[in-house]
């Protein structure tokens, strides 16, 4: 008898550590969403080009990541089947031009999608920016945005990824479901959020309110 007793009263005691887990690492996998809309980053040299020499981004808010801006400006982008206006200008200036937008906004531009991550522009296709004071024509760097989640390698040593994982996301709703090629960008001057684009959003009910999980 007193045999079993020590193993229920172990085993009790598996189910009760075993639950505390599950419940921390269900807190830390909740992580916030960001929804992207079509926007456009600049180089100082462009900048100048479509505004005037030495202008000056003006912000209008700030956003979810330290350090950038969503700016009072916006610009007109121009492709080979059409043009799509007032995108957004985001701040600050880069060293290289690139144009976020959304793959149906391709089929409008009559440009062929390359999914990638920023920074990451190389054989992408170009497109013309049309500003007040001039115009641009870029040779590549109009991308749409690979889904990724901003981490601090503090929260990628809590969440059990690395920066340049790619894992898969889970958002539990009425329209959810999961997405794979998920990139983790961990970081120390990133704050935790998933970023999917509209399209990506809409397609499973997301807003700025839900939370998703990573899957691996």
């Known amino acids: 008898m007193d045999n079993f007793e020590s193993v229920l009263k172990l085993l009790l005691e598996a189910v009760k550590a075993n639950e505390k887990k599950a419940v921390v690492q269900g807190n830390l996998s909740e992580i916030p969403v960001g929804i992207s809309n079509r926007h456009v980053h600049l180089s100082q040299k462009d900048l100048e080009c479509l505004f ?29 089947k059409g043009a799509i206006e007032k995108v957004r200008i ?24 390359h999914v990638r991550l920023s920074g990451d522009l190389s054989r ?16 590549e ?4 945005a690979q889904r990724h989640i901003h981490m601090t390698p503090e929260d990628a040593k809590n969440l059990g990824v690395c920066d340049g994982d790619v894992v898969s996301i889970k958002f539990d709703d009425l329209r959810g479901g999961v997405y794979s090629n998920v990139a983790v960008r961990a970081n120390d001057t990133s704050s935790l959020e ?23």
């Open 90 to 113: 985001l701040g600050p200036v880069r060293s290289k031009t690139q144009v976020e937008v959304l793959a149906g906004d391709c089929v409008k531009l009559g440009a062929v999608p």
């Open 52 to 80: 005037g020499k030495d202008y000056q981004l003006v912000k209008l808010k700030d956003l979810s990541q330290p350090g950038q801006y969503a700016c009072k400006e916006v610009l007109t982008l121009c492709g080979a």
């Open 141 to 144: 760097g109009l991308v749409v």
């Open 194 to 216: 998933c970023h999917v684009d509209i399209e990506e959003a809409n397609a499973m009910g997301i807003n700025s309110k839900s939370k998703i999980t990573i899957v691996k």
């Open 124 to 139: 992408t296709p170009g497109v013309t920016l049309v500003g007040p004071k001039g115009s641009v024509q870029i040779e």
